[in-house]
């Protein structure tokens, strides 16, 4: 078959519905509804003639055929991306898609840069096109050495071979308890036992969990894969559990969270700019990668 621009459109909503894990899903990430996502879906099909996923009461289900056409998606899509990057690169212009996958929250952070950084390169050109994909920490980097992002910003106790990881900052995550919680005002004496009784949420987005040995209860009745998960547990007032501080603060200001024994409960995380090592170096991805190191510095 033939591609055209049409088609080109049909397949990123196919790839995004197929990344959101289904069509409702999709709907954020989109910015469309769930109507047209599935009007969308169907034209396609007809299209390839082909049933690419399964969708109904029995949920989202993708089928082989859309499997195939996902993956096929995804490098055509990269090599239109590529295609565009190396013409705007033979005329030094910056014009194109910055992808960026980053961990929650970091918006939060009075350190980060990523929206000076995108401030800037939007000042110097026009001709731009922004996209920015929150994920959990693993995928930061499974998007970059993919091709789905140009750059992740993330942590990383285990470096990927193939991935260049830049040191931006460091991210202090202190130990919370809700005002809800015994803890919040007890004496000093009373403190380690509860702290021996007191659950703690085991969160999946934390990659360093084995490195604190803190002796606390890690009985995984509570599981978190986000920050906003583990605010909910810990404001419940039943869990204990790390946050970072700069996110953490705005419920701190307001007497609902309290450190607990800050000086010995706290770890730090670097957060890191991460780049494919061996990508292909346009004028676009060598100014994104500048400006968020340059953002970074002067924060």
């Given at each position: 078959?033939?591609?055209?621009?049409?088609d080109?459109?049909l397949?990123?909503?196919?790839?995004?519905?197929?990344?959101?894990?289904?069509?409702?899903?999709?709907?954020?990430r989109?910015?469309?509804?769930?109507?047209?996502?599935?009007?969308?879906?169907?034209?396609?099909e007809?299209?390839?003639?082909?049933?690419?996923?399964?969708?109904?009461?029995?949920?989202?289900?993708?089928?082989?055929?859309?499997?195939?056409?996902?993956?096929?998606?995804?490098?055509l899509?990269?090599q239109?991306?590529?295609?565009a990057?190396?013409?705007?690169?033979?005329?030094?212009?910056l014009?194109?898609?910055?992808?960026?996958?980053?961990?929650?929250?970091?918006?939060n952070?009075p350190?980060?840069?990523?929206?000076?950084?995108?401030?800037?390169l939007r000042d110097k050109s026009?001709?731009?096109?922004f996209?920015?994909?929150?994920?959990?920490a693993?995928e930061?980097?499974t998007?970059?050495?993919?091709?789905?992002?140009?750059?992740?910003?993330?942590?990383?106790?285990h470096?990927?071979?193939?991935?260049?990881?830049?040191?931006?900052?460091?991210?202090?995550n202190?130990?919370?308890?809700?005002?809800?919680h015994?803890l919040?005002?007890?004496?000093?004496?009373?403190?380690?036992?509860?702290l021996?009784?007191?659950?703690?949420?085991?969160?999946?987005?934390q990659?360093?969990?084995?490195?604190?040995?803190?002796g606390?209860?890690?009985?995984?009745?509570?599981?978190?894969?986000?920050?906003q998960?583990?605010?909910?547990?810990?404001l419940?007032?039943?869990?204990?559990g790390?946050l970072?501080?700069?996110?953490a603060n705005?419920?701190?200001?307001?007497?609902?969270?309290?450190?607990i024994?800050?000086e010995?409960?706290h770890?730090?995380i670097?957060?890191?700019?991460?780049?494919?090592?061996?990508a292909?170096?346009?004028?676009?991805?060598?100014e994104?990668?500048?400006?968020?190191?340059r953002c970074?510095?002067?924060?």
């Amino acid at each position: 078959m033939q591609i055209h621009d049409v088609d080109l459109k049909l397949l990123r909503i196919f790839v995004a519905i197929v990344e959101s894990g289904g069509l409702s899903a999709a709907e954020s990430r989109l910015n469309i509804g769930r109507s047209t996502i599935s009007a969308h879906l169907s034209d396609l099909e007809i299209r390839l003639g082909l049933t690419l996923c399964k969708r109904g009461r029995s949920g989202f289900e993708i089928t082989e055929p859309g499997r195939i056409t996902y993956q096929a998606s995804l490098e055509l899509l990269r090599q239109c991306e590529a295609f565009a990057a190396t013409v705007a690169s033979s005329k030094n212009e910056l014009t194109g898609r910055v992808t960026i996958a980053t961990i929650d929250n970091l918006v939060n952070d009075p350190r980060c840069g990523i929206s000076k950084a995108i401030a800037a390169l939007r000042d110097k050109s026009d001709s731009i096109q922004f996209e920015i994909n929150v994920c959990e920490a693993r995928e930061v980097e499974t998007s970059v050495i993919s091709g789905r992002s140009m750059v992740g910003l993330g942590v990383s106790r285990h470096p990927i071979r193939g991935l260049n990881y830049y040191p931006l900052q460091n991210e202090v995550n202190y130990l919370y308890c809700s005002s809800e919680h015994p803890l919040f005002d007890c004496d000093d004496n009373a403190r380690e036992a509860l702290l021996k009784e007191a659950e703690i949420v085991s969160s999946h987005y934390q990659r360093d969990k084995e490195t604190r040995n803190d002796g606390l209860n890690y009985q995984n009745t509570a599981t978190a894969y986000h920050d906003q998960g583990i605010a909910h547990m810990v404001l419940s007032g039943r869990f204990i559990g790390y946050l970072p501080e700069h996110y953490a603060n705005q419920w701190v200001e307001k007497g609902q969270l309290k450190a607990i024994l800050p000086e010995r409960y706290h770890y730090e995380i670097p957060v890191m700019l991460i780049t494919l090592k061996n990508a292909v170096s346009t004028p676009l991805i060598k100014e994104l990668i500048s400006e968020l190191k340059r953002c970074h510095a002067n924060l």
